[in-house]
Structure formats: structure tokens, C-alpha cells
Nanobody, 123 residues
Framework: QVQLVESGGGLVQAGGSLRLSCAAS????????MGWFRQAPGKEREFVAA????????YYADSVKGRFTISRDNAKNTVYLQMNSLKPEDTAVYYC????????????????WGQGTQVTVSS
């Protein structure tokens, strides 16, 4: 069982930065691949980024590549999403999720989800 709690969301101007954190409970955090997804109002949830259990492999949606960086600290049971050069279209609720297998791009591959944190980017 893994419980996930996101933090770090907020309101930022276009071009600004935010760092999201996802704190996990449970002794098996380091065995899970982790992902970030987002859902904007009226839109479907979409993949943002994922990281392997070791942190050695990372994956990004084309829309955020070069602007967002996913990382993890297994000693702190935490995964991060550094978001730079934010755009209004990045506005969404951001969710972290845990995948017991390799990092996936699809939500159904993830077993555990956090409650989400709102990110709003003003123009």
C-alpha cells in the first residue's frame, strides 16, 4: 500500500516556475516507478512525466519536454516535478501516481494516486 500526498501547487505568472512534491508513505516506495499526470477543466487526464524506481530513466510528454524535470529522492520517499517556463496551458490539477512496474504513459498502469494539487498559470 502506498499513500501519496502532493504539494507545491499555486498561482504563478507565465514564464515562472513551480516545484511540485509528492510525499509517499510505505516502505516500498523505492520499488515503484512514479508518474505525474494532469487534468485541466473539461479535458481528459494526460501524462506529464514518469521516472523509474531508481531514477535512472525519465520520460516526458512532448508538451513539457525541456521545461519540466522529474526527479526522486528514495531516502525521503518523495518525487518532484520542477516546472519552468510555465504557460497558461499548463494550468491543471496535477496528480502523482505509483506504478509497480516500469514507468507507464497511461493512467491505468498506475495503482496509487494522490489527491492532486492545483497549478494555475496566468497570462
Amino acid at each position: 500500500q502506498v499513500q501519496l500526498v502532493e504539494s507545491g501547487g499555486g498561482l504563478v505568472q507565465a514564464g515562472g516556475s513551480l516545484r511540485l512534491s509528492c510525499a509517499a508513505s510505505g516502505r516500498t516506495f523505492s520499488s515503484y516507478a512514479m508518474g505525474w499526470f494532469r487534468q485541466a477543466p473539461g479535458k481528459e487526464r494526460e501524462f506529464v512525466a514518469a521516472i523509474s524506481w531508481s531514477g535512472g530513466s525519465t520520460y516526458y510528454a512532448d508538451s513539457v519536454k525541456g521545461r519540466f524535470t522529474i526527479s526522486r529522492d528514495n531516502a525521503k520517499n518523495t518525487v518532484y516535478l520542477q516546472m519552468n517556463s510555465l504557460k497558461p496551458e499548463d494550468t491543471a490539477v496535477y496528480y502523482c501516481a505509483a506504478d509497480p512496474l516500469d514507468p507507464g504513459y497511461r493512467g491505468y498502469e498506475y495503482d496509487y494516486w494522490g489527491q492532486g494539487t492545483q497549478v494555475t498559470v496566468s497570462s
